[in-house]
């Protein structure tokens, strides 16, 4: 069980900088906040305090992001009678790929809403913590 924990806060980190790709299709932004946050309280052993902290951020955002993509979509999906550009296909995350203007990376956009978001967990968590949370962040990103 603790393996599985483990195993869950290394793809944390690419669930903050993916959520289209990591997270189920169809969660809710708290949905998902509770989730980050409650990998993050078991295995860098956070307080209430820090971990309510941590729930409100994330929620913040993920509807932040979720607004981000929705605008960068918003100019692909109104063709004509709402029709998708050709070539324009489903992934098997719900997540459409392939058409005008769909880059597979986050947007700039998206960077800032990260970024901002990394710089608030800093202050949350005690120096120590935060230094776990990036090394983890590491190793995951090197898998």
Known sequence: MRKIHLLLMLCLPLCTVMPAKAQPKGMLPAEKAEIKAGEMKESLDLTDKQ?????????????????ARSAAWAPVMGGPGGMMPPGMMPGNDGNFRGGPGMPEQPSEKEMKIISKETGKIKKILSEEQFIKWRESLHESRKK
């Not at 994330?58 to 607004?67: D, G, H, I, S, V």
């Open 51 to 67: 971990y309510k902290k941590l729930c409100r951020l994330f929620r913040k955002t993920e509807k932040a992001l979720l607004k």
